[in-house]
């Protein structure tokens, strides 16, 4: 089965400041994409950042940016300069492309707290 | 990306009635999903809307509680039949294809019922 972990049910971080959200998962297969989406109290659902399994680099988008360690499953998001609009609930999701479908899974989430 | 539009954005129902969902794309997309997210909880597939044929439940779904339409590439329906306080969460349609190798969501509907 594949899953998707988020060890962090709850983190702070004073504003300014930078902050890193954990992520793990679990799945056999080689070709995927990973994603941390935002989810603020308005209940939209905001993509941050998307990564490749097949490129190595890291994906940056603005203050936000990600560790992708392959090998180990990991997936973690570093928020840089972190701003109040930043404070929601963050989550990790894992997408796998089977028999032409998409499928994707989701982690718990990180409820985030930017203090002032 | 894909805007996708999501009514009514919350609503108050009674036990015993039913709500339709509507959600619309503002571009033409494979595939179109219905997810369920209970109070504090992570988000978990109901059914994948396909056009043309019925939609795929996921374990624990039925089509009988959770009737899907999915008239063309751009729309879909979700209602959630004779509700009870159990069926209280936020529903969210999204978007998104293969080609695509991303997934976009409406605003969300927050049910309350009573």
């Known amino acids: 089965a594949q899953t998707v972990t988020q060890s962090q049910p709850e983190m702070s971080v004073q504003e300014a400041e930078t902050v890193t959200l954990s992520c793990t998962y679990d799945t056999s297969e080689n070709n995927y994409y990973l994603f941390w989406y935002k989810q603020p109290p308005s209940r939209q659902m905001i993509l941050v950042i998307r990564q490749e399994a097949y490129k190595q680099q890291n994906a940056t988008e603005n203050r936000f940016s990600v560790n992708f360690q392959k090998a180990a499953k990991s997936f973690s998001l570093k928020i840089s300069d972190s701003q109040l609009g930043d404070t929601a609930m963050y989550f990790c999701?894992?997408?796998?492309?089977?028999?032409?479908?998409?499928?994707?899974?989701f982690g718990p989430g990180t409820r985030l707290s930017v203090l002032p | 990306s894909a805007v996708i539009s999501q009514k009514p954005s919350r609503d108050i129902c009674q036990r015993g009635t039913s709500l339709t969902i509507q959600c619309q794309v503002d571009s033409q997309v494979t595939m179109m999903f219905w997810y369920r997210q209970q109070p504090g909880q992570s988000l978990t597939l109901i059914a994948t809307a396909n056009q043309g044929s019925e939609a795929t439940y996921e374990s624990g779904f039925v089509i009988d509680k959770f009737p899907i339409s999915r008239p063309n590439l751009t729309f879909s329906t979700l209602t959630v039949s004779n509700m009870s306080p159990e069926d209280s969460s936020i529903y969210l349609c999204?978007?998104?294809?293969?080609?695509?190798?991303?997934?976009?969501f409406g605003s969300g509907t927050q049910l309350s019922v009573l």
């Open positions: 999701a894992f997408m796998t492309l089977q028999g032409g479908g998409q499928n994707f899974v």
């Open positions: 999204s978007a998104g294809g293969a080609g695509r190798g991303k997934l976009f």
